[in-house]
């Protein structure tokens, strides 16, 4: 099993923006669903997004619906997930991960972070004034 690894987390102001990203590196993505998740010291882990290996459709949560944008370049084997709008409730560690989908029209819903077979290290997102 191999490892994704995360990277553009950082410090924010409340109102700012910033754009994660999600490298395989070892393996292409082209055929896993990926998924973005956050956890907060004291809280389950929370999913935010997810993508279908081709990139033709994308899930959000509610908490972050019209605030962030979950993307794909294939060739450039990432993931990535805008952030804008950013509040201080969104700080929290943020983590990708990839589920095997070879066929790309089984696509249907973001599955349970227990089902996800490639998990990255995680990189901080603090928003504060």
């Known amino acids: 099993q191999l490892d994704l690894v995360e990277s553009g987390g950082g410090l924010v102001q409340p109102g700012g923006s910033l754009r994660l990203s999600c490298a395989a590196s070892?393996?292409?993505?082209?055929?896993?669903?990926v998924g973005w998740f956050r956890q907060t010291p004291g809280k389950e882990r929370e999913g935010i997004s997810c993508?279908?290996?081709?990139?033709?459709?994308?899930i959000y949560a509610d908490s972050v619906k019209g605030r962030f944008t979950i993307s794909r370049d294939n060739n450039k084997n990432t993931v990535y997930l805008q952030m804008n709008s950013l509040r201080p409730e969104d700080t929290a560690v943020y983590y990708c991960?990839?589920?095997?989908?070879?066929?790309?029209?089984?696509?249907?819903?973001?599955?349970?972070?227990?089902?996800?077979?490639?998990w990255g290290q995680g990189t901080q997102v603090t928003v504060s004034s």
């Open positions: 993508i279908s290996p081709s990139g033709g459709s994308t």
């Open positions: 070892q393996f292409t993505l082209d055929y896993y669903s």
């Open positions: 991960a990839a589920d095997l989908l070879i066929d790309d029209q089984l696509f249907s819903t973001c599955v349970p972070d227990s089902e996800y077979d490639y």
